[in-house]
């Protein structure tokens, strides 16, 4: 159900502005998300939220911020850690977080957020490949 105008949507994943552009990692519980995230954040992103995410269509483009508290990152068998992060940004690419076998040579796939359509990949987040794969997904799709 899409999210009434000016009313954030409420939906489990994580978000990161990785090499000035966001990023929506989604994927079911224990798929990886925040083990990609904290990759990523090791390779100089940003954390904008993690396990909640709010969503916003502003001007066709989709916005994303942490419902409070802010700043919060769970690494499971760690903890809780309070990380400075950023208090939103602008989402450019969907990242699906699963296990499962892709297609050899996937069909280009869009999702639809808030009624702004974006590109999406999915991505194994195990995968030594997988910041690689979404960084030419990034340049691919011409965002980055």
Do not use: N, Q, Y
Not at 6 to 12: A, D, F, M, Y
Not at 21 to 37: D, P
Not at 38 to 49: I, K, S
Request: glycine content about 10%; overall charge positive; hydrophobic content about 50%.
């Amino acid at each position: 159900m899409p999210a009434a105008a000016g009313r954030p949507l409420r939906r489990h994943g994580c978000c990161v502005l990785w090499r000035g552009r966001g990023l929506f990692i989604r994927g079911r519980s224990g798929a990886g998300k925040s083990a990609l995230v904290l990759r990523l954040l090791a390779h100089g992103a940003w954390l904008v939220a993690d396990d909640l995410v709010e969503l916003r269509a502003v001007d066709g483009c989709l916005h994303a911020c942490a419902p409070s508290p802010r700043g919060h990152l769970e690494v499971r068998g760690l903890g809780l850690f309070r990380l400075v992060g950023l208090a939103g940004c602008r989402i450019h690419l969907v990242v699906e977080v699963s296990a499962a076998r892709r297609a050899r040579l996937p069909e280009p796939r869009e999702a639809s957020i808030c009624g702004v359509p974006l590109p999406e990949v999915t991505i194994d987040a195990a995968s030594p490949t997988a910041l690689a794969r979404i960084e030419l997904a990034l340049f691919a799709m011409r965002v980055l």
